[in-house]
């Protein structure tokens, strides 16, 4: 059964950076073009940054581009989420999936929460 496991979620001040992780199990990460989601309390879950299987393409949604950054070490078959400059509309439960995504093959999420 295929879903994938984030880390490296916590409690942030405002102006603050945390990184996410995501692995997979049953799936080789490595071998596809992986995306960061997140749903905030009461709002629908949303695509928030992409990147290619290689790593030479990403691209962002408006409201984190700038501050977040996409990466990958396909070596490790690890997808990251570095997240800097946090604000509190940064708040919620932050996933990886495949792009497009799999819809059974949501992990639990990590959450951000970013507060003073």
């Known amino acids: 059964q295929v879903h994938f496991v984030e880390s490296g979620g916590g409690l942030v001040q405002p102006g603050g950076s945390l990184r996410l992780s995501c692995v997979g199990s049953?799936?080789?990460?490595?071998?596809?073009?992986m995306s960061w989601y997140r749903q905030a309390p009461g709002k629908e879950r949303i695509l928030i940054a992409l990147?290619?299987?290689?790593?030479?393409?990403?691209n962002y949604a408006d409201s984190v581009r700038g501050r977040f950054t996409i990466s990958r070490d396909n070596a490790k078959d690890t997808l990251y989420l570095q997240m800097n400059n946090l604000k509190p509309e940064d708040t919620a439960v932050y996933y990886c999936?495949?792009?497009?995504?799999?819809?059974?093959?949501w992990g639990q999420g990590t959450q951000v929460t970013v507060s003073s």
């Open positions: 999936n495949t792009n497009p995504r799999m819809e059974n093959y």
């Open positions: 049953g799936i080789t990460v490595s071998r596809e073009q």
């Open positions: 990147i290619s299987v290689a790593g030479g393409t990403t």
